[in-house]
Nanobody, 116 residues
């Protein structure tokens, strides 16, 4: 199994930046992709960004050009650099790990609040 520990959430004014981190441990060789999802109040959880083991990256249209996902393979850590934050980005952000032969694993979530 895989354990995911998130950090970096907080409060920021519109236009500001935050950097989220997600450290994976356990059966890390079983991970085929990692990503960030978010869930705003009253809304469904949605994909923000995802990076697969081969390096391919996908972003939600709403964050393209503002957010950057990256990884440090040596530390089994994925990051989400969030720039030019908007109030619409306010949500709980969850780290996700896709496993080749098992269900996904999720972090505990970290709150991001963007004020006007």
């Amino acid at each position: 199994q895989v354990q995911l520990v998130e950090s970096g959430g907080g409060w920021v004014q519109a236009g500001g930046s935050l950097r989220l981190s997600c450290a994976a441990s356990g059966s890390v060789f079983s991970i085929s992709a990692m990503g960030w999802y978010r869930q705003a109040p009253g809304k469904q959880r949605e994909l923000v960004a995802r990076i697969i083991s081969g390096g391919s990256i996908n972003y939600a249209d709403s964050v393209k050009g503002r957010f950057t996902i990256s990884r440090d393979s040596a530390k089994n850590t994925v990051y989400l650099q969030m720039n030019s934050l908007k109030p619409e980005d306010t949500a709980v952000y969850y780290c996700n790990a896709d496993l080749r032969f098992a269900h996904d694993y999720w972090g505990q979530g970290t709150q991001v609040t963007v004020s006007l």
